[in-house]
């Protein structure tokens, strides 16, 4: 669950200035997350600079709040999404059926690539549902690299979908991260297609929580 964020906390956690916010942001105080957002007024191509600040201050969730990606290496690539491992053990028809019928439109009306296969990172401005205005991230899927292999950390529904259409997706790969990463990884084949989530304990490999990374901390949530 994505917890709104105040501006003044987010510019704390992220090290981000008053001159990196490329929006308007006197009229949107409140970073959502995009699902939330009803109707957007303006999208703007996200700065490398900012989606850095974004990734490097990702904290674990754990009562430490360690800077997992602080010293890490971070590349934006297309990748096969066959060639990943998961760690996540499902993907719920409901939300890769959401993601199919919705996503496109979302863009409609912007020059920006409407289909989330390509679609860079984005920083959208808007109004939730409710008229508060609003400022939300997409960020394309994130990839971790360990021990030679390729861990899905974030955007299973996204590859999940990408893999089956036999393309490549946007992604951001993060390489030298020195905390292991937070379950064991398995191929697709261990990815079970369910109608709504399954109990905690059952929806990660032997996740070990103090190692999950919190990206919702820095206003990440897809």
Known sequence: MFQPIELEVFQQRTSISDSELVFPWDKAKLIVAFRD???????????????????????????????VYANCK????????????????????????????????????????????KCSALIILGETK??????????????EEHHGGSYLLD????????????????SIILKNVKVPFPCDVQSWRHVAIVEQKPPKNERYHNLKPELFRDLKWVGIDG
């Open 74 to 117: 971070i590349k934006r690539a297309r990748i096969d999404p066959h060639n990943v491992l998961v760690g996540q053990t499902f993907v719920e028809r409901p939300k890769y059926e959401k993601l199919l019928e919705n996503l496109t439109d979302s863009f409609k009306g912007f020059c920006v690539n409407r289909g989330f296969a």
């Open 130 to 143: 409710d008229g508060n205005p609003a400022v939300a991230h997409y960020i394309p899927p994130i990839v």
């Open 37 to 67: 957002i009803g109707e957007i007024q303006s999208i703007q191509v996200m700065p490398e600079a900012y989606l850095e600040k974004l990734i490097r201050n990702t904290t674990l969730a754990g009562p430490a709040q360690e800077k």
């Open 155 to 170: 955007g299973v529904h996204r590859n999940f979908l990408t893999r089956a259409i036999g393309t490549t997706i946007e």
